[in-house]
């Protein structure tokens, strides 16, 4: 039995053996060699198998995978210089469409999140009734304890569009009394003008056609427009006169948020600026009577804008809507210089390209700026316009040359008005007192800017008025001081 047995597992191993070594000899083929799975793949890959939305998937990776490896082929090409430069996309494409979609959805959740008049009223009247009364001053005050209570009241009233404003960091802004209280006035104040200004940004991006963060001319008119039936000083405007009013007021912004005159402003600079805060004074209704004097100071006041319009006009004695140099010297009863004048239009006036009488010729705009610069000598934008007239030779910095040619003229005007006689090197060396420039031989206009007299000196060399004005500086102040005194 045991034989027997024997030999048939001899057996079995010897078949195992000639199976196994028969399956070694036979190898399975890999699955790219068989036709079925060739045509499966052939069949897959096609997408013939597959919904429109599978097509559509596989396309767009495909598509973006394409934009990633050119992507990495430019990256390598550029080495380790960035990219300062993106295509805007073309206007009625695709991209152009998505873009401004997704600007106005973006704006409009921004604009829902905004406090309206309803919501500042009813905060106000939070503030006030849980607030304390401070015993020394009367202010109306809150410590911290009583700033979270106010925060969960009004979120109660309001919503959680009003929780943002109740943040540690904001209380922390505020100053506060020795029991670490803060009043409730100035917190006010700060939400209203937060709540302004983030309107203002709302409405001047819907207006920004490129969004590209900057605002050219005809949307800072199209922006002030648009304010002109909210401020109470601008509603009894004529209509006829409301384009040329936009533009007087968009040329103040561009004067300050456009120094280099690229012909667009950046609506983070114009929401900062004082220009927009000057403009929106004219919400407030007149209680007093106001002098015509004082309306003038507000440049985007009516009666300013007025002034500035018939201002033009007078001086336009041909009535052809440009002012040529002789009509410019009778721009405050002629007291400026007639190198200045020049000077003016060598830097400040653009060259028509059309040949003929115009082409040497101040355009409204740039009177515009002219007077801006004139009305706003201590600023450093009106500084700046001044000092490119003072440059006679371009250099970037005065000499006592240029003194002495600048200040020639007015001394001229000077002696035709019958005063007393000067001494111009005597004045030459006044100026040079007064800015105490870095290099003793030039005075540039980091000097004048730094020496906080730049418009008095701008105006002693470019204006006789301006001259009279320092010569006679104590006796005018001594006036001033009498009639606060009187007052």
């Not at 005007?413 to 031989?441: H, T």
């Not at 002693?460 to 001081?481: P, T, Y």
Request: with cysteine; glycine share 6%.
């Amino acid at each position: 039995m045991s034989t027997a047995s024997g030999d048939g597992a001899d057996a079995g191993g010897d078949g195992a053996s000639s199976a196994a070594a028969a399956s070694a000899g036979r190898r399975i083929p890999p699955a790219s060699s068989m036709p079925w799975v060739r045509n499966l793949r052939r069949f897959v890959g096609s997408g013939a198998a597959l919904g429109s939305e599978a097509l559509m998937e596989l396309e767009t990776k495909r598509i973006l995978l394409e934009i990633f490896k050119e992507r990495q082929r430019k990256s390598a090409e550029a080495g380790s210089i960035p990219s300062f430069y993106k295509k805007k996309p073309e206007e009625g494409s695709i991209s152009s469409r998505v873009q401004r979609l997704a600007k106005y959805r973006f704006l409009k959740k921004q604009a829902e999140l905004l406090l309206n008049a309803d919501d500042l009223d009813a905060m106000w009247v939070c503030l006030r009734e849980n607030c304390v009364i401070d015993d020394a001053t009367g202010a109306e005050k809150m410590n911290y304890e009583d700033f979270c209570h106010i925060a969960t009241v009004c979120t109660e009233q309001i919503g959680q569009k009003c929780k943002r404003f109740f943040s540690p960091s904001n209380f922390m802004k505020f100053e506060k009394d020795d029991s670490g209280r803060i009043a409730i006035l100035p917190f006010y104040l700060y939400v209203m003008r937060t709540v302004s200004l983030t309107q203002a940004r709302i409405d001047m991006s819907e207006l920004d056609e490129d969004s590209d963060g900057f605002l050219q001319p005809h949307e800072m008119e199209a922006y002030i427009r648009g304010l002109i039936p909210n401020l109470a000083q601008l509603r009894d405007m004529p209509t006829q006169f409301v384009q040329m009013y936009c533009r007087i007021a968009a040329r103040k912004f561009f004067f300050f948020c456009d120094p280099h005159r690229r012909g667009k402003a950046c609506i983070k600079k114009v929401l900062l600026s004082n220009c927009l805060q000057e403009l929106m004074e004219l919400h407030q209704e007149s209680e007093e009577e106001v002098t015509d004097t004082e309306q003038a100071e507000n440049w985007f006041s009516l009666t300013s804008a007025q002034r500035i319009c018939d201002m033009f006009l007078a001086l336009d004695k041909d009535t052809n809507g440009t002012l040529s140099k002789q009509e410019l010297k009778e721009y405050a009863d002629g007291t400026l210089t007639e190198i200045f004048i020049e000077r003016v239009f060598d830097e400040h006036v653009r060259r028509s390209k059309v040949g003929g009488g115009n082409s040497r010729e101040m355009d409204f705009e740039s009177f515009l700026d002219f007077v801006l610069a004139l009305e706003n000598k201590d600023t450093p934008e009106g500084l700046t316009y001044l000092f490119r007239c003072l440059d006679l030779n371009g250099r970037g910095f005065l000499t006592t040359a240029d003194i002495h040619t600048l200040f020639r003229d007015v001394h001229q005007k000077w002696i035709e008005g019958g005063n007393y006689e000067l001494c111009i090197e005597d004045v030459r060396d006044e100026i040079w007192d007064m800015v105490k420039p870095a290099d003793p031989l030039r005075i540039s206009l980091s000097d004048l800017l730094s020496c906080k007299q730049g418009g008095t000196i701008a105006s002693m060399l470019i204006d006789v008025r301006g001259f009279w004005a320092h010569d006679n500086r104590e006796n005018l102040l001594q006036e001033e001081e009498e009639q606060v005194e009187e007052a």
